[in-house]
């Protein structure tokens, strides 16, 4: 089993920035990659941006490309989403995921573990 739990969230201007951390615990050395969903009210959850676990590679959604960045902390077990330009399109609750395997990274089915969520709001 991997826990993970998030943080960082809140309430951010337009324009502004947030970072998010996501620290997982556990069994972790069985994760291949973790990632960043979201979820905004009367939507489905939607992929923002993963992570692998080894080699660092990372994949974002078009509509976070250039203003989001993750990264990870291998040693601290810890994954980050630093978010800037923050946009009110951006509200939603962000929820961290790992996977043990996958073919498909930006696929939420790929993930075994999930965290509990925090929520981030931009106002205009």
């Known amino acids: 089993q991997v826990q993970l739990v998030e943080s960082g969230g809140g309430l951010v201007q337009a324009g502004g920035s947030l970072r998010l951390s996501c620290v997982a615990s556990g069994r972790t050395f069985s994760s291949r990659a973790m990632a960043w969903f979201r979820q905004a009210p009367a939507k489905e959850r939607e992929f923002v941006a993963a992570?692998?676990?080894?080699?660092?590679?990372?994949v974002y959604a078009d509509s976070v490309k250039g203003r989001f960045t993750i990264s990870r902390d291998s040693a601290k077990n810890t994954v980050y989403l630093q978010m800037n330009s923050l946009k009110p399109e951006d509200t939603a609750v962000y929820y961290c995921?790992?996977?043990?395997?996958?073919?498909?990274?930006?696929?939420?089915?790929?993930?075994?573990?999930w965290g509990q969520g925090t929520q981030v709001t931009v106002s205009s």
């Open positions: 992570i692998t676990w080894v080699y660092g590679t990372t």
């Open positions: 995921a790992a996977a043990t395997l996958y073919s498909d990274i930006r696929a939420s089915g790929q993930y075994d573990y």
